[in-house]
């Protein structure tokens, strides 16, 4: 194992925790193809047979496991020299969150983030799942429950979407789209337009925050969370919710990690800013003066 990178051991890791390549590439933001071949490079420079493999998954073997278990240990160790790194230079809660939650908590930073504590945020913003395995992030927002059995969650409420267009938008720009490119559309919603406005989409973008301009200058209807259209005086829905588009919100942290003072506080303000919001997002609208 001369020479091996944290990397390769980081996707076995993964692997392992996960059961499957599907999963790993998930949480990594990875390929399963891709991870394959990184499971089949880490055996052949151990020489040794770390996975049974079937349809069903990827299992541990004996030597796989004493690995895996090897490695947990390391992970420990990096937790304790991170820890004693922060000690030392102020505490850095890191969040991971997607583009939409992200513009929220930005909104409203005064309500996570006071100059009276001694940490400060970093942010994250990415549609991939918040990846928590590897203290990459501390806290993450997910549209589904963790099925990790190392992360802790807390649910937030339900998140709805509709397609809105520009305010008072002439009839023409209703047949108009713009989504997200095909090969940036990673989340259900942002593939709704492609599975469903085939041939009627005049302008695609690599961020989803750039569908909200465009809907806003009335390039297109667009595909946006409802608590971000419905907020916006400049757009209107352009009709009802998607019901196959709606699901639950989830805050997700490590287990061992959740009782430090700064990442507790954090979550604790988070969870009652998102549930402040929960009608919002859930796609009830508020009254507009």
């Not at 091996?4 to 692997?15: A, E, K, L, T």
């Not at 925050?209 to 259209?229: E, H, I, K, Q, T």
Request: charged content about 25%; glycine content about 8%.
């Amino acid at each position: 194992m001369k020479d091996m990178d944290w990397d390769i051991y980081r996707c076995f890791m993964s692997v392992a925790r996960t059961g499957g390549l599907t999963g790993a590439a998930q949480a990594l933001g990875s390929s399963p193809a891709t991870l394959g071949r990184r499971m089949l490079e880490i055996e052949e420079r151990t020489g040794r047979t770390l996975f049974v493999r079937s349809q069903t998954g990827y299992q541990l073997t004996g030597d796989g496991q004493v690995l895996f278990e090897q490695l947990e240990e390391m992970e420990a160790a990096a937790r304790r020299v991170e820890s004693w790194r922060r000690e030392g230079e102020g505490a850095v809660v890191r969040i991971t969150a997607g583009t939409w939650v992200s513009w929220l908590l930005a909104e409203n930073f005064p309500a996570l983030c006071t100059e009276r504590d001694g940490f400060s945020l970093a942010i994250t913003i990415g549609e991939t799942r918040a990846n928590l395995a590897y203290r990459e992030s501390d806290i993450g927002i997910r549209a589904f429950e963790p099925e990790e059995s190392y992360l802790a969650a807390r649910p937030v409420g339900e998140v709805a979407y509709a397609v809105y267009r520009q305010k008072n938008a002439t009839p023409a720009a209703n047949g108009r789209w713009v989504a997200v490119g095909d090969e940036d559309a990673i989340s259900s919603y942002l593939r709704w337009p492609h599975e469903n406005a085939t041939g009627r989409i005049v302008a695609t973008v690599t961020r989803p925050r750039s569908l909200l301009d465009l809907a806003r200058a009335g390039a297109g209807c667009a595909v946006l969370p409802c608590f971000v259209g419905d907020l916006d005086p400049l757009l209107e829905r352009a009709g009802e919710e998607i019901p196959a588009l709606m699901h639950r919100q989830w805050i997700v942290m490590n287990n061992e990690d959740r009782h430090r003072t700064e990442i507790r506080t954090v979550v604790d303000r988070m969870t009652k800013l998102l549930k402040s919001h929960a009608d919002i997002f859930a796609g009830k609208r508020p009254r507009r003066s």
